[in-house]
């Protein structure tokens, strides 16, 4: 690839925390009573916890005060929590970690370009906390995805332009950041049928071809 830096997405791309948040907001979707289906799920790709939060309270007839909002989001962090403790390095592909491992060999710089407030916790549990050059999350963003700040920021701790840096992404809302920032994307699953992506992928060993 032409570029000298990646920028890794997450939830969707490293690892499949995706059925983890599923299960959480499910549990209070249906305390609430509210519909929530794996359809509505993959509107909440890439999206900030509060963000997706309005999404799924769209099916509510309720009116949720700003407090209310606050503890369901809590609620369902705090059960996303318990789930992300039955990860371990075992839920790392070797796909993943192999690709991962030939970019840095080829002497790329490999960021993190995450939505998640969880992303440390995350890296942690799979055997990544020292692994990547820079990490960017939704710890250090006011904006979520599809702002690009998180990729901005990304960039910027590599010490790297937009333009040097390709993005990889799952997420609809990702592909959108990444080219409201400037940068080439690749995308997998839903994301490699977004219209302005520049990489479809079907695998992340693709990367290893562009
Ligand atoms: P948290 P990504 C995103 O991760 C998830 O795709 C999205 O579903 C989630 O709501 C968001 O992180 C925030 O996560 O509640 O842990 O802060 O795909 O940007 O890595
Ligand atoms: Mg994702």
Redesign the pocket.
Known sequence: MKQNGVIF????VICFT?KY?YQAWKVMADAENIYFDEIINNR??????MA?LEIILERSEKAYTEEEKKALAEKK?NIYKELLNQMSPDDLSDEVKNTLDELRERGLKLAIG?????TRLILSRLGLSDYFDAISD?TNITHS?PHPEVFLMAADFLGMKPEECLVVED?RAGIDAAVAGGFESAGIGEAAEHEAVTYPINRIADLLKI
């Open positions: 997405d997450l939830d969707g995706d948040h909440l790709r890439g999206v900030s916890r997706s962090n995450s939505s998640s407030k969880n939704g995805k997420a």
